[in-house]
């Protein structure tokens, strides 16, 4: 069975845009999608940050078609009024990461979460990684 990797808004968004330095560990994320060798799971929260990002880099049209891609290449998992409230109890400083975690642990078997900033999931209860520190994870497994 492939692992589950929950990615946040962040990392999508420098795939999709090509932000340097954080595109080619990104890149390498959703190749592994791909090819089977992972499985991405995304929040639909995520669906609204990148298309609000990525309308800035790319206008209207093209942020819509990268939102299509993304229903085709993930997993998007919802976040219900039960994830709002954990998020609430969850003490992160960031509102919208507590968020992305909650969620995140509502896909069963879910080995890790990936995102830029891994600062702000201090308390989290599973693994958390940037891309690039995933990457070399399970390269040393």
Do not use: C, W
């Amino acid at each position: 069975m492939r692992p589950k990797v929950f990615v946040d808004s962040d990392v999508i968004i420098d795939f999709f845009t090509d932000r340097e330095p954080f595109a080619n560990p990104a890149s390498t994320l959703f190749e592994l999608n791909e090819r089977g060798k992972l499985q991405i799971y995304i929040s639909a929260v995520s669906i609204v940050n990148v298309y609000y990002i990525t309308r800035r880099y790319v206008g209207h049209q093209k942020a819509l078609d990268i939102i299509g891609t993304l229903t085709q290449i993930t997993e998007i998992v919802g976040t219900t009024k039960k994830e709002i409230l954990h998020a609430l109890n969850n003490h992160f400083k960031d509102f919208e990461d507590s968020v992305q975690y909650s969620t995140a642990l509502t896909v069963k078997g879910i080995e890790a979460i990936i995102t830029r900033n891994v600062k702000d999931y201090t308390k989290a209860e599973i693994a958390v990684f940037t891309a690039e520190n995933y990457l070399k994870f399970k390269m040393n497994e």
